[in-house]
């Protein structure tokens, strides 16, 4: 089906595009994200992508988008995406490496840690413009006073704790983020991961870019355990709306920070 807006003869359609000179993010040489979107290439349809470069133990913040699912494939290093399942309520974790995917249906929490030097990841868009909503945003923008009382929080520490939150994350940690301060370290954090194809019990709405208008049962067995818009946003996480066999084990993560050097933004992060 031809996109409706697009007229393919003018002299201005385009069928390609350079990914490389779309810069979305850049934290350093070795941490950045490129952007392709219907705004770069103006005949897409439902499908955008992001080109993301990490470097071990960083990671692309916890997020999510409104408007697509995200499949993540790995081109080399390796990296680990997590997410919520809101149906079941359980943090799960998914390593990839090489020619594998993992999958974040829309409208889902997530994030991805790279544990590799010289990571190479593609998250694929069924949207030809991603939305997304930051976890940096979400607790910058939140009033602490609402936090804390929310939560039966102490205010002074929420704010303290939140105070060098000033702008879009994107990639983590941030600069000036001092190990000692934060404890526990990458390779600790998710002790009883499986790799790929491995037995578990053996060793172990900001948019990306200005949108045009709006146009927008069995469960299966994961092999290990188990980003911004999806279809209809599930019911609340909560409560969860039907059970089903879990993609793998969960398990919590212990934090963990790393020196990094000086940050740059590139374009507008507001949009892809």
């Known amino acids: 089906m031809l996109t409706s807006y697009m007229d393919y003869t003018s002299p201005g359609t385009q069928f390609t595009a350079d990914v490389n000179k779309s810069p979305l993010f850049k934290k350093d040489d070795r941490n950045f994200i490129n952007v392709l979107s219907v705004q770069q290439l103006n005949t897409l ?3 955008s992508l992001l080109d993301i470069f990490l470097s071990k133990s960083n990671v692309v913040e916890p997020h999510y988008h409104q408007n697509a699912a995200e499949l993540v494939y790995c081109i080399c290093g390796s990296a680990v995406v997590s997410l919520i399942n809101p149906f079941t309520n359980e943090l799960l974790h998914f390593p990839i490496t ?6 974040v249906p829309q409208g889902w929490w997530h994030y991805e840690v790279a544990t590799m030097d010289d990571t190479h990841l593609l998250a694929i868009f069924d949207a030809p413009i991603p939305e997304v909503i930051l976890g940096s945003d979400i607790l910058k923008l939140t009033p602490t006073n609402v936090l804390a009382h929310t939560y039966c929080l102490d205010e002074a520490k929420v704010k303290d704790a939140l105070a060098p939150i ?3 994350t994107f990639i983590g940690p941030p600069v000036g983020c001092v190990k000692g301060a934060v404890k526990g370290k990458m390779e600790n954090a998710m002790p009883n991961l499986h790799p790929h194809g491995q037995s578990p019990y053996g060793a172990i709405p900001q948019q990306y870019g200005q949108s045009p208008q709006p146009q927008w049962n069995a469960p299966q067995q994961g092999w290990a355990q188990t980003p911004q818009p999806y279809a209809q946003a599930p019911q609340p996480y909560g409560q969860p709306v039907y059970t089903h066999q ?5 398990n919590r993560q212990q934090p963990y920070a790393q020196q ?3 940050v740059q933004y590139v374009g507008a992060p507001e949009s892809f």
């Open 45 to 47: 349809e439902n499908t």
């Open 98 to 103: 090489p020619g594998q995917v993992a999958n």
């Open 166 to 168: 000033q702008k879009k």
């Open 246 to 250: 879990v993609y793998g084990q969960s």
């Open 260 to 262: 990094q050097p000086n």
